[in-house]
């Protein structure tokens, strides 16, 4: 690790012990605070490796958690298993209850879609990103060191819970209704939750979802044989490209809306605002004449966010950690008009989120003719 060249004194010590005293006695509560960084790291991590092993589901079933049988139930590693479920004990997210543990009041507003899903895939998905932001900044590595790669698998899954639990289906499917569509592509469908529950709030539609990875390709069509819309929704690997993809023309020839949930952002990466505009140029000769809703974030403007705080920093972080990520930054609504305008393609509507849809995400609604 890299040192500062100059000196350091008793003189030095002692003044940094100064100012820690006078933080902890002056501002109580916001030194608090800071300490309390590295425990609510440890919690999300916790959540994190306990959900993906399952015990998110294991909750919901059971009002009452044993510990011993849930190790078993789920074949978890019991040390393990009893170090993270004490935590969260400890934090007062579990409470004892008649020889068993039951889910607290406080420990309720992290069982959630919302929760675990941006958990899931910002912290975990981008976990080896944050880990090796110190060599990345001192350039020990570089942005295209494979040590920074994301989870794809963390990510897919947690993505697909925030758009469940954030009421994005209601909202695209009121917008298909509008356009009167029957049949969606979903670009970048990833374990399919979002398209499967589309199906079932959507009994007479039905789609296809597309996914460069085979795995999670998998995962959506165990998905959706478990719900039950199989005979709606269907699930193929695949990419975008100036080529047809290589899927029967009898699924494609129904598409009449193509979604596709904050995924185009990430070609800007390697190829800026002139290669998303490409594929929504791809898009254009492959669907002509169909309706493309993208799902995208807006950059956030730290300076206005500084001077106005909102009520969390979801947007600061999602615009954080996309340009260390090989994403490229965060588009604003000016910037995605262009993009969709250098494409040939043509913004109909730009829909702001609204409820648990924060306003900074809108929804484009782009005509492919």
């Not at 935590?87 to 889910?103: K, S």
């Not at 709030?201 to 959706?224: E, L, R, T, V």
């Not at 403007?301 to 909102?310: G, K, Q, R």
Request: aromatic letters at 10%.
């Amino acid at each position: 690790m890299n040192q500062p060249n100059s000196k350091l004194g008793l003189n030095d010590l002692e003044n940094e012990i100064q100012i820690g005293r006078a933080l902890a006695s002056q501002h109580v509560r916001e030194f608090l605070g800071t300490v309390g960084l590295v425990s609510e790291a440890f919690l999300a991590q916790v959540l994190i490796a306990l959900w993906d092993s399952g015990f998110y589901e294991y909750v919901r079933k059971h009002d009452r958690i044993d510990p011993k049988v849930c190790v078993k139930e789920l074949a978890l590693d019991p040390s393990v298993f009893h170090s993270l479920f004490d935590y969260l004990v400890g934090r007062g997210i579990f409470q004892p209850r008649d020889g068993a543990f039951v889910l607290s009041e406080k420990g309720r507003p992290y069982w959630n879609y919302i929760t675990r899903g941006v958990l899931t895939a910002h912290v975990g998905g981008y976990n080896q990103l944050l880990v090796h932001l110190g060599p990345l900044l001192r350039k020990e590595i570089s942005l295209n060191d494979p040590r920074l790669d994301r989870d794809g698998r963390l990510v897919g899954v947690g993505a697909n819970y925030t758009l469940l639990g954030s009421g994005t289906v209601p909202w695209v499917l009121r917008i298909i209704g509008e356009l009167g569509g029957k049949y969606v592509l979903d670009i970048g469908c990833g374990g399919g939750l979002f398209l499967t529950h589309l199906a079932l709030k959507w009994p007479f539609g039905g789609g296809i979802g597309i996914d460069m990875d085979a795995s999670a390709i998998a995962a959506a069509q165990k998905n959706a044989a478990d719900y039950g819309v199989s005979d709606r929704v269907t699930f193929q690997q695949a990419k975008l490209s100036p080529e047809p993809m290589n899927i029967p023309s009898s699924l494609l020839d129904k598409v009449d809306v193509l979604t596709a949930m904050y995924v185009l952002h990430e070609f800007g990466g390697s190829g800026g605002p002139d290669l998303i505009s490409k594929i929504i140029g791809w898009l254009k000769q492959q669907f002509p004449g169909r309706k493309l809703l993208l799902a995208e974030g807006t950059r956030a403007d730290p300076i206005a966010l500084c001077e106005n705080p909102p009520q969390t920093n979801a947007q600061l972080d999602y615009s954080f950690f996309h340009p260390l990520s090989r994403q490229g930054p965060l588009r604003t609504p000016d910037e995605w008009k262009t993009i969709i305008e250098n494409a040939g393609a043509k913004l109909i509507e730009r829909v702001p989120g609204f409820g648990l849809i924060p306003a900074w995400i809108s929804l484009y609604v782009i005509g492919l003719d």
